[in-house]
């Protein structure tokens, strides 16, 4: 502060009045986690994936890229459409602004191979479960180059929704029980 400035308001400490970082712990607020995406990390953003068998599980899923979807299918409709499910590993993610998303990583063919795209997306989730990295496509190499946070950054702050939650939330209109589920029938032509 100069010493000509004379204050309006005796006292006055503008510091004392900014909010910090964390302002919502200190007013009660906790956030409710209303949606969780599927989808694969952008390469933008620097990401974590939670370690453990309790935050992953192998699925089967219908991914219809055009319309940008991802479903889950219960073993009911496996045989259905068998050419357009995939099998999946399903990680729990979490951005740097604390939004959570689900990842799935294609699983090996029955041959045991699987493609040096999903391979490399493999290794680069199962390194964010202890760094924070990005995911950026590399066509010339065929696969996902990974980038590691050049700076020691903060733990994730995971919420304490259970992963059985997460998963209800991210496939709450997007679980596919029945083969006369609508999505199923028009793949089929029947609609």
Do not use: C
């Not at 986690?33 to 068998?53: D, Y």
């Not at 991914?63 to 995939?86: C, H, N, Q, S």
């Not at 996902?144 to 702050?157: N, R």
């Amino acid at each position: 502060m100069s010493d000509n400035f004379k204050p309006l308001i005796p006292g006055f400490d503008l510091d004392a009045l900014r909010l910090p970082q964390n302002f919502g712990e200190s007013l009660g607020v906790k956030r409710l986690i209303t949606r969780v995406p599927v989808r694969k990390p952008l390469k933008t953003e620097f990401f974590r994936t939670r370690a453990g068998e309790a935050w992953r599980f192998q699925t089967m899923i219908l991914e219809l890229k055009e319309e940008g979807e991802t479903f889950l299918l219960a073993p009911a409709v496996w045989d259905a459409v068998p050419e357009l499910l995939r099998p999946a590993m399903m990680h729990t993610a979490i951005d740097r602004r604390n939004n959570l998303f689900l990842i799935p990583v294609p699983l090996p063919g029955p041959d045991g191979r699987r493609n040096s795209w999903h391979q490399s997306l493999a290794e680069v989730v199962e390194m964010a479960e202890t760094k924070w990295v990005r995911s950026v496509a590399n066509k010339a190499v065929g696969g996902y180059d990974m980038l590691i946070a050049a700076t020691a950054l903060a733990e994730p702050e995971w919420p304490d929704t259970s992963f059985q939650e997460l998963v209800q939330i991210a496939f709450r209109d997007r679980l596919i029980q029945s083969p006369d589920h609508p999505v199923v029938t028009q793949l089929l032509g029947r609609s």
